[in-house]
């Protein structure tokens, strides 16, 4: 089933997501739905939290070279935790919650992080490049962030504007 997903400014994007503690049923519906959701929403990644589920849930899915999404590549994880990262990239970010806007954001290049997979079985990945920024993005989700935060005080404040601005001509 394909979720709404939530946009800013809604304040539930700021709330910090908590641990799942039951890996049942319930958690594997949610986790195919927020699949679903995402490509549907042409999107790479996606936190429980940008569907009004204030859960440490969250999906990746890289694209092929010919722009798929294969189901089997898909990274779902459950309560991660980044244990180690170093080096540093810039990449042109955007987001599901901000849709239509896009800004070069400042990350680590190279992480490690451990979570559980729908069964609850531990998994540890290490990774770099596209797939560390993807991870980064969504880590923050769950912590109530968005990209946007990451932005300069003089991008921001441009970005807040033009958002207003665009909201104010929806209405209209």
Request: charged residues 30%; negative net charge.
């Amino acid at each position: 089933m394909i979720r709404e997903v939530i946009t800013y400014p809604n304040k539930l994007l700021r709330t910090k997501s908590e641990d799942v503690m039951e890996f049942n049923e319930e958690l594997h519906t949610l986790l195919d739905d927020m699949y679903e959701t995402m490509v549907d929403q042409s999107g790479v990644g996606l936190a429980a939290i940008q569907v009004s589920i204030p859960l440490n849930i969250l999906i990746i899915s890289i694209p092929d070279e010919n722009d798929v999404q294969n189901k089997e590549e898909l990274i779902e994880a459950i309560n991660p935790v980044i244990t180690h990262k170093d080096g540093e990239q810039v990449f042109t970010e955007g987001c599901l919650s901000v849709p239509g806007f896009h800004e070069d954001v400042k990350r680590a290049q190279h992480i490690i992080v451990e979570y559980f997979n729908r069964n609850g079985e531990k998994q540890t990945m290490e990774c770099e490049d596209f797939l560390a920024v993807a991870w980064q993005h969504e880590m923050e989700h769950l912590e109530g962030h968005l990209f946007i935060e990451n932005l300069s005080f003089l991008k921001r404040k441009k970005f807040e504007k033009e958002w207003k601005r665009r909201l104010k001509d929806k209405k209209k």
